[in-house]
């Protein structure tokens, strides 16, 4: 017995940067996971607000979203973003100015996909650049990438 004597202390020492470094990551990973979401439902946001900014009916009674739909989508990102600053590894304005916004104004096909909008729809590709914390050294650059569609009801 006189021989095991110190050696819960000992391995605990031993452990304990390990145990550290085991929850930082699981710190990390679930921040990293949180910004992805909220990185995703402000393009899900963006792209609603940016459908929902429509003419008036035509004479046939069908809406067309107004001219400005694309900045309107990339300033709603841009405002929704704003309050993650401290998460991204990138100026807001430069994220939503760099996204891939497109408005079909009445429907139409998504040249990039092929995919086939009956009703008046906002479409936003974005990437967006997070801050790593410790594991940036360990994952590199860490991005998310938001696509977002929405349409006219």
Known sequence: MKGDAGSASLLTILLLPV???????????????????????????????????????????????????????????AL????????????????????????????GTDPRDGSRYDRPTVRIDAVVPLRGGSLRSLLGPVTVRAYAVAAAR
Request: hydrophobic share 60%; aromatic share 2%; charged share 20%.
């Open 80 to 107: 929704n973003l704003a309050g993650m600053t401290p998460l991204l590894a990138a100026d807001v304005r430069s994220i939503a100015n760099d996204a891939d916004v497109v408005a079909f104004a009445t429907g």
């Open 19 to 77: 145990i550290v470094l085991v929850l930082a990551s699981v710190l990390d990973l679930g921040l990293l996971r949180l910004a992805a979401a909220r990185v995703r439902a402000a393009a899900d946001l963006a792209a609603i607000v940016a459908v929902n900014d429509q003419t008036e009916p035509a004479p046939g009674g069908h809406m067309s979203l107004a001219a400005d739909a694309e900045d309107v989508a990339r300033e709603y990102l």
